[in-house]
């Protein structure tokens, strides 16, 4: 299958990246890196890139002032494309904004996939990972009737969710992670779109619930997927066969694959699972995007 669109920036991302990790390597070097004021500077410099997607909303010069003036405060926008309303949380969520509605990163791919995904055809779509609500307010403007429910179990993340579920009632949110069975799991917060399930040796910082992931795939024509490795547990899971029609669109991590690279542990999967599998994109720490899909 091909591989899927080049993604604008990413070669001067990953420049700086692969700089960064090598510079990381460097005994003291790496004790310097991973100093918190040094890491917020380092994140900031590089985060001045995604202020151009101010220029999607109708009002760009209050989004750069709330960027420069109002860190950590939550506000709302209106795309100017679709007229849907986004909330964000100032100092934070402007990548996942450009992520979403300058870089197109859930932009269905043409051909087979891009022919599924009709606005006849998407009634119920579902955000595994919802983070702050982007990929739902996207999805509220290319499939305006469909019914949206979001899935997410971080609090810091839970509270900018809240504020865009307001301005969009036919949008669910579900405060949980998906698992194979309902229950509670530990968990990091603390990181944005990276809070996760502990890897070993990682000290969790609260318990979150969780919910069953199958009959949340089973209700949906589309699945988006971005829950920081908590996905293998899902794509293990035999249930995953039994489902007859389905688009997914997936972030896979390292984390927890069972084998490396993680690309190919997710296609082996997905196609044991009956689902065709193509437009893997991978990026530069061994994660990536794919789509898979069934029926």
Do not use: C
Not at 15 to 33: C, E, K, Q, T, Y
Not at 245 to 267: C, D, F, I, K, N
């Amino acid at each position: 299958m091909d591989a899927g669109p080049s993604r604008e920036g990413q070669p001067y991302a990953g420049a700086v990246m692969n700089f960064l990790r090598r510079a990381a390597s460097i005994p003291g070097v790496r004790v310097v890196l991973l100093q918190p004021d040094v890491r917020r500077a380092v994140a900031s410099v590089l985060a001045l890139r995604f202020l151009v997607a101010a220029w999607v909303t109708t009002k760009p010069f209050a989004v750069l002032a709330g960027e420069a003036l109002s860190r950590g405060e939550v506000r709302t926008y209106l795309i100017r494309a679709t007229g849907v309303r986004v909330a964000m949380q100032h100092g934070r969520d402007m990548e996942a904004l450009f992520e979403l509605f300058t870089r197109g990163e859930y932009e269905p791919p043409p051909g087979e996939v891009g022919d599924r995904l009709t606005t006849e055809s998407v009634k119920a779509v579902l955000d595994v990972g919802a983070n702050v609500g982007m990929f739902s307010a996207w999805a509220r403007g290319r499939w305006p009737d469909a019914s949206i429910v979001t899935v997410e179990p971080a609090p810091e993340n839970l509270v900018v969710l809240h504020e865009q579920a307001v301005h969009d009632r036919r949008t669910v949110v579900i405060e949980a992670a998906v698992a194979p069975r309902d229950g509670e799991i530990a968990f990091v917060e603390g990181w944005g779109s990276g809070s996760h399930a502990p890897t070993t040796g990682e000290a969790a910082t609260t318990v979150v619930r969780t919910v069953d992931w199958f009959p949340l795939f089973a209700a949906a024509d589309l699945v988006k997927m971005d829950i920081e490795g908590g996905e293998w547990p899902v794509l293990a899971d035999p249930r995953l066969r039994e489902l007859k029609r389905l688009t997914l669109v997936m972030e896979y991590h390292r984390v927890g694959a069972p084998s490396l690279p993680a690309g190919a542990a997710a296609r082996r999967l997905l196609e044991e699972a009956g689902f065709e599998v193509g437009h893997d994109t991978p990026n530069y720490w061994g994660h990536g995007t794919l789509w898979a899909w069934k029926g």
